[in-house]
């Protein structure tokens, strides 16, 4: 329900954009979420925003170098990631809240997609 793609192979200190699409369904009147998991790790929260996109919140593992946005018209959320470092590598995933807020728990989030590889060499 959630489509997730943009990943890729980037070097160190280059951008990528994260696009999160939900066809045929909307979820314009929920807040959306991307997270993250490395290899040998647990999922980490990495940004999310609220339903409207006026709130938006980041780790401060990425803050400052990520922005997320969202054109509800389009069912689609982005994440806009900058000054990419070798440490974010992982699978990036997008998820749907179960409500209007921003939320940081996985558990809070009824829906997800399959996961974008992003890889940051040095």
């Known amino acids: 329900q959630l489509q997730a793609s943009g990943g890729g192979l980037v070097q160190a200190g280059g951008s990528l954009r994260l696009s999160c699409a939900a066809p045929g369904r909307t979820f314009s009147s929920v807040g959306m979420g991307w997270f993250r998991q490395a290899p040998g790790k647990e999922r980490e929260f990495v940004s999310g925003i609220n339903w409207s996109g006026g709130i938006t919140y980041y780790s401060d593992s990425v803050k400052g170098r990520f922005a997320i946005n969202r054109d509800n018209a389009k069912n689609t959320v982005y994440l806009q990631m900058s000054s990419l470092k070798p440490e974010d590598t992982a699978v990036y995933y997008c998820?749907?809240?179960?409500?209007?807020?921003?939320?940081?728990?996985?558990?809070?989030?009824?829906?997800w997609g399959q996961g974008t590889q992003v890889t940051v060499s040095s």
């Open positions: 998820a749907a809240a179960r409500g209007p807020r921003v939320t940081i728990p996985p558990y809070e989030y009824a829906y």
